[in-house]
């Protein structure tokens, strides 16, 4: 049962324009939520995270939107620059069940079109 | 800073044998944090350390075991290798926990012929 869904394995933006990613989750006890990328060969490096207590949190070119009501994120790359182009993890903590590590979805391919 | 350190890179075993992985944390970072990534299943959660205790367990069989030491870092063994566990191996250290975030290794592509 993946508790952390990211429909669209891959998406393909013109550089320059906005890049949106988006992420589900089900369980309702999640309360802190963050965006990785990843490189090929290489770890994934943290991006942007939100609190359950807040919608929106930016940082620099980076938006995250957090939707509780409709259990929906969304990430916000304004503008998007070739270097964008990666895989994209959303990630949740807080789901206990005494696994409280942090629950990946399966990430979306960011391809940057020059 | 140095970051995350994970060694070996690359690990090429046969079934029924063991391995042992190892991870440095940042300075300073006393959670440390093991993930498993397939095609298949993502990456999932292994367990977590802090202060020389495993605080978390993610569903993985006893096959499944870590350690850490007082200096934080960790090390990460499976015994009696099966195929399935082919994977990148990644560990990530925070501060406190997984409720801050995580930095991670470059991981240890795990091959099990």
């Known amino acids: 049962d993946q508790q952390v869904k990211q429909n669209s394995p891959s998406l393909s933006v013109q550089e320059g324009r906005i890049s949106i990613l988006n992420c589900d989750y089900t369980?309702?006890?999640?309360?802190?939520f963050l965006w990785y990328k990843k490189y090929p060969a290489e770890g994934p490096t943290f991006l942007i995270s939100?609190?359950?207590?807040?919608d929106k949190n930016e940082d620099g070119r980076f938006t995250v939107f957090l939707n509780k009501s409709a259990k929906h994120l969304s990430l916000h790359i304004v503008p998007s620059q070739p270097g964008d182009s990666a895989v994209y993890f959303c990630?949740?903590?807080?789901?206990?069940?005494?696994?409280?590590?942090?629950?990946f979805g399966k990430g979306t391919h960011l391809i940057i079109q020059p | 800073k140095a970051g995350v350190t994970q060694t070996p890179r690359y690990l090429i075993k046969t079934r029924g044998q063991q391995v042992t992985l190892s991870c440095s944390p940042i300075?300073?970072?006393?959670?440390v944090s093991w993930y498993q990534q397939t095609p298949g299943q993502g990456l999932q959660f292994l367990f977590e350390y802090f202060s020389e205790t495993q605080r978390n367990k993610g569903n993985f069989p006893g096959r499944f075991s870590g350690r850490q030491f007082s200096n934080s870092r960790s090390e990460m063994n499976v015994s009696t290798l099966e195929l399935g566990d082919s994977a990148l191996y990644l560990c990530?250290?925070?501060?406190?926990?997984?409720?801050?975030?995580?930095?991670f290794g470059d991981g240890t592509r795990l091959s099990i012929l």
């Open positions: 990530a250290s925070s501060i406190d926990g997984p409720n801050q975030p995580q930095h």
């Open positions: 939100i609190s359950s207590i807040k």
């Open positions: 990630a949740a903590y807080g789901g206990g069940g005494g696994a409280d590590g942090l629950t």
């Open positions: 300075s300073g970072h006393r959670s």
């Open positions: 369980n309702s006890m999640f309360d802190y």
